[in-house]
């Protein structure tokens, strides 16, 4: 069993990467744009770990906040724009799974096919005329929100693009992690990017948090009494089948309010030494260390 237990923290992934590939580390973030050439590495290829996570990676639109308060029409607009296929199999190299909802597959109560939102451009331009802004016009600049590092970059330079079609101009304000949650929880920045993993496997741990009125966690401020109503009462459902019901309906509601944009299902990129042993990753990404031993030849 291990004695001791380093970690290390490096200011972005690749860094850990070049360290993990030195022999200095046993486990490590794989980077994104590396992902495919080191599962194809004849040494390094059976040491990575691209299984699905419980967790979802999403644009939170400011629901307070202008232009995306009372337009539901701007935000459905903006929800069809999106080239999710295009995130998950060219940038992020095919790691990720399209996303059916707010909860991720492998929660129990999960069901395919609650958003209706799929990459649409002809219907991303029709929403947005509805919305009173047809072709773009008169609609500002949006400032797109994103933390430095793992990829996001990347992610936003496509979603511009993609606004770029409808017409939409889109400004990337990249910050660091800190500086980026204060300008997304005060309203500095309306439009961002941000994820969410299980903290517990339950329904409830994705939709209560970040559609709550009143959670810490909701950080776009989606603010709708009925479901706030129906989360307390689902809270109380002792029934596991009717608790499930009264929480695909509330997923169904808050995703056609159409307050963020679900981007996709996260799936982990990792890497470990093949001497490590009884290492046993959950699907929240968790692991006990107790059981782990080293076996080098």
């Given at each position: 069993?291990?004695?001791?237990?380093?970690?290390?923290?490096?200011?972005?992934?690749?860094?850990?990467?070049?360290?993990?590939?030195?022999?200095?580390?046993?486990?490590?973030?794989?980077?994104?744009?590396?992902?495919?050439?080191?599962?194809?590495?004849?040494?390094?290829?059976?040491?990575?770990?691209?299984?699905?996570?419980?967790?979802?990676?999403?644009?939170?639109?400011n629901y307070e906040?202008?232009?995306?308060?009372?337009?539901?029409?701007?935000?459905?607009?903006?929800?069809?724009?999106?080239?999710?296929?295009?995130?998950?199999?060219?940038?992020?190299?095919?790691?990720?799974?399209?996303?059916?909802?707010?909860?991720?597959?492998?929660?129990?109560?999960?069901?395919?096919?609650?958003?209706?939102?799929?990459?649409?451009?002809?219907?991303?331009?029709?929403?947005?005329?509805?919305?009173?802004?047809?072709?773009?016009?008169?609609?500002?600049?949006?400032?797109?929100?994103?933390?430095?590092?793992?990829?996001?970059?990347?992610?936003?330079?496509?979603?511009?693009?993609?606004?770029?079609?409808?017409?939409?101009?889109?400004?990337?304000?990249?910050?660091?992690?800190?500086?980026?949650?204060?300008?997304?929880?005060?309203?500095?920045?309306?439009?961002?990017?941000?994820?969410?993993?299980?903290?517990?496997?339950?329904?409830d741990n994705f939709?209560?948090?970040?559609?709550?009125?009143?959670?810490?966690?909701?950080?776009?401020?989606?603010?709708?009494?009925?479901?706030?109503?129906?989360?307390?009462?689902?809270?109380?459902?002792?029934?596991?089948?009717?608790?499930?019901?009264?929480?695909?309906?509330?997923?169904?509601?808050?995703?056609?309010?159409?307050?963020?944009?679900?981007?996709?299902?996260?799936?982990?990129r990792l890497m470990?030494?093949?001497?490590?042993?009884?290492?046993?990753?959950?699907?929240?990404?968790?692991?006990?260390?107790?059981?782990?031993?080293?076996?080098?030849?």
């Amino acid at each position: 069993m291990l004695e001791t237990v380093k970690y290390v923290i490096f200011a972005d992934e690749d860094t850990g990467f070049l360290e993990y590939k030195a022999g200095n580390l046993e486990y490590c973030q794989l980077p994104q744009g590396k992902i495919q050439v080191t599962k194809d590495d004849a040494e390094l290829g059976d040491e990575t770990i691209t299984d699905p996570m419980l967790g979802i990676y999403y644009f939170a639109m400011n629901y307070e906040a202008e232009p995306f308060k009372g337009n539901l029409a701007l935000r459905e607009a903006l929800n069809y724009a999106v080239d999710r296929q295009n995130i998950i199999d060219v940038i992020s190299e095919g790691v990720p799974s399209v996303a059916s909802g707010v909860v991720p597959k492998g929660i129990v109560g999960w069901i395919d096919g609650q958003t209706k939102y799929v990459y649409d451009p002809e219907m991303a331009a029709q929403k947005l005329e509805e919305a009173g802004y047809p072709g773009g016009e008169g609609l500002p600049v949006i400032q797109f929100g994103i933390n430095i590092g793992s990829g996001h970059e990347l992610v936003a330079e496509a979603v511009q693009a993609d606004f770029a079609e409808i017409g939409v101009n889109v400004e990337i304000v990249a910050m660091d992690w800190g500086t980026a949650l204060e300008a997304f929880q005060n309203g500095t920045i309306g439009f961002f990017r941000l994820g969410w993993q299980a903290d517990y496997p339950t329904m409830d741990n994705f939709i209560f948090p970040l559609f709550h009125s009143t959670s810490s966690d909701n950080y776009q401020g989606y603010n709708n009494p009925e479901v706030d109503k129906m989360l307390i009462e689902a809270r109380s459902i002792a029934d596991e089948d009717e608790r499930i019901a009264k929480y695909r309906e509330i997923e169904k509601i808050v995703l056609d309010d159409s307050a963020f944009i679900l981007v996709y299902q996260y799936g982990m990129r990792l890497m470990l030494k093949d001497y490590v042993k009884g290492f046993e990753l959950s699907a929240a990404e968790n692991y006990d260390l107790s059981t782990v031993y080293f076996e080098k030849e």
